[in-house]
Antibody, heavy 122, light 103 residues
Framework: QVQLQESGPGLVKPSQTLSLTCTVS??????????WSWIRQPAGKGLEWIGR???????NYNPSLKSRVTISVDTSKNQFSLKLSSVTAADTAVYYC??????????????WGQGTLVTVSS | DIQMTQSPSTLSASVGDRVTITCRAS??????LAWYQQKPGKAPKLLIY???SLESGVPSRFSGSGSGTEFTLTISSLQPDDFATYYC?????FGQGTKLEIK
């Protein structure tokens, strides 16, 4: 059973870079044809797709965040990471990492981490 | 960008009711639509993929239909565990969510 776990600072100052890591257990991040994704949810609001990465290194980003987002993968550590630069209070949210059901461009996500709250505040 | 619009935003229903949630795409997305269920404080759970395929382990009272621009999620007989928020998704876009409440 694949499990995902987010980790990183829970508090980030405005204008700084938010950095989160997702550790995958129960299987190799580079086995099979999957993609690895980040999704966020502000308190009391809906889901926002941030982006995804394939183990080939290929990425897709939400156009509204693209200029500030970098997603990378470290297959040796079985982890993938999110960096979001120049954060503001609007970036305060629960951040989820998740796995695509397949490598298909159109496939949804099936396995999710439990989510981690990141607050942007001075 | 393709927009996904769900209706209603809130739905009140009783145990045993049949309920339907609608998701409309701003342009045709073929059958590339997924549905998720989310309970408070929890990560979403995949229910339906490719518009009408039931994810493994999901009860058969859940069903999805549609193609092109209009899609529906139907719960045939509401159970207490089904009261939650439901989201549709196409690629990088989620619907705004439908909160299913107990009447």
């Amino acid at each position: 059973q694949v499990q995902l776990q987010e980790s990183g600072p829970g508090l980030v100052k405005p204008s700084q870079t938010l950095s989160l890591t997702c550790t995958v257990s129960g299987g190799s991040i580079s086995s099979g044809s999957y993609y690895w994704s980040w999704i966020r949810q502000p308190a009391g609001k809906g889901l926002e797709w941030i982006g995804r990465i394939y183990t080939s290194g290929s990425t897709n980003y939400n156009p509204s965040l693209k200029s500030r987002v970098t997603i990378s993968v470290d297959t040796s550590k079985n982890q993938f990471s999110l960096k979001l630069s120049s954060v503001t209070a609007a970036d305060t949210a629960v951040y989820y990492c998740a796995r695509g059901t397949s490598g298909s461009y159109y496939s949804p996500v099936d396995y999710w981490g439990q989510g981690t709250l990141v607050t942007v505040s001075s | 960008d393709i927009q996904m619009t769900q209706s209603p935003s809130t739905l009140s229903a009783s145990v045993g009711d049949r309920v339907t949630i609608t998701c409309r795409a701003s342009q045709s997305i073929s059958s590339w639509l997924a549905w998720y269920q989310q309970k408070p404080g929890k990560a979403p759970k995949l229910l339906i993929y490719k518009a009408s395929s039931l994810e493994s382990g999901v009860p058969s009272r859940f069903s999805g239909s549609g193609s092109g621009t209009e899609f529906t999620l139907t719960i045939s007989s509401l159970q207490p565990d089904d009261f939650a928020t439901y989201y549709c998704q196409h690629l990088s876009t989620f619907g705004q969510g439908t909160k299913l409440e107990i009447k």
